[in-house]
């Protein structure tokens, strides 16, 4: 069991939350002009790395907004917690 | 429709807790951000809404729970008649907020029961079946906590000193009140 900082509601227990993956994807401007590979690059391909990562939750059994979280996820420590946005911290 | 049947059919009495359904209660739920949906709101219902997390206001007749930045449930403190499905508060908040576009507003009125939670040792159940922190809530009359008990999704409202009230989805009220009086028969 750790607890979330949920910028709306507080800290609460991890249960009542539900990841949401990596977080500043950034969809293509011109979609149509983009290769079946980089599509599928933008879709699919995330970094899933061992070590800092950012990431967006969502407070699903709470208030039911998403916000940003880097996370280690070699040891689940938590960096940092924004709202949605707002510019990630720089270390 | 409005559903009058009600979950629990008696009220649920131990040594320790008593569980009542209140019904019918007039519950609406209200969502929008702009200045002026806030303001119209305000005027219409004659109350503020409020805006810090976890917390709740009430008039007379009204109590409003802060559910998230930009959305809350308004519930009526009174019983409203059985004989109809209207309501002047739902009619009068739709025309001023839903028909001007300034927010949303939803008549959960049959979505959620309301259940008042009475007795000392409330807490110690909830502390079976729930991961929030109940130190501060059972301190602060009128403080409100959306969480999971028993993995179910509940509201709370600290009415008073060892009484709540607790919103639950319909479907899942006769599960939960069965786990409660379980829980209860083991304290």
Not at chain 1, 4 to 28: L, M, S, T, V, W
Not at chain 2, 124 to 140: T, V
Not at chain 2, 170 to 178: D, K, V
Request: charged share 25%; glycine share 4%.
């Amino acid at each position: 069991m750790f607890l979330i900082n949920c910028p709306y509601c507080g800290e609460r227990d991890q249960q009542e939350f539900k990841a949401g993956g990596e977080a500043h994807i950034e969809r293509p401007k011109q979609p149509t002009e983009l290769s079946d590979d980089e599509w599928a690059e933008y879709l699919f391909m995330r970094k899933n790395i061992k070590g800092v990562q950012f990431e967006r939750w969502n407070h699903a059994h709470g208030c039911r907004k998403w916000f940003n979280m880097v996370r280690d996820t070699s040891n689940d420590e938590i960096k940092a917690i924004y709202k949605m946005g707002e510019k990630p911290p720089t270390q | 429709m409005l559903n009058y049947n009600s979950v629990i059919k008696n009220e649920m009495k131990q040594e320790s807790i008593s569980v009542k359904e209140i019904s019918p209660v007039i519950k609406i739920n209200l969502r929008g951000k702009k200045r002026e949906f806030l303001t119209n709101v305000g005027k219409n219902l004659n109350m503020i809404l409020p805006t810090e997390a976890n917390t709740s206001t009430t008039s007379d007749k009204l109590t409003a729970i802060w559910l998230s930045p930009d959305e809350w449930m308004i519930i009526s403190n009174e019983l409203a008649s059985k004989d109809t499905n209207k309501s002047d508060l739902y009619e009068m908040l739709f025309n001023s907020i839903s028909k001007t576009n300034l927010g949303a507003v939803i008549d959960v009125t049959d979505q959620f029961v309301q259940l008042e939670l009475k007795g000392e040792n409330v807490y110690e159940i909830f502390s079976a079946g729930s991961p929030f922190n109940f130190n501060e809530f059972k301190e602060k009359k009128g403080s409100t906590a959306q969480t999971v008990l028993n993995h179910i999704d509940v509201i709370l409202h600290h009415k008073d000193e060892n009484i709540l009230n607790l919103f639950v989805r319909r479907s899942f009220a006769e599960h939960l009140c069965s786990w409660i009086e379980d829980c209860a028969s083991r304290l």
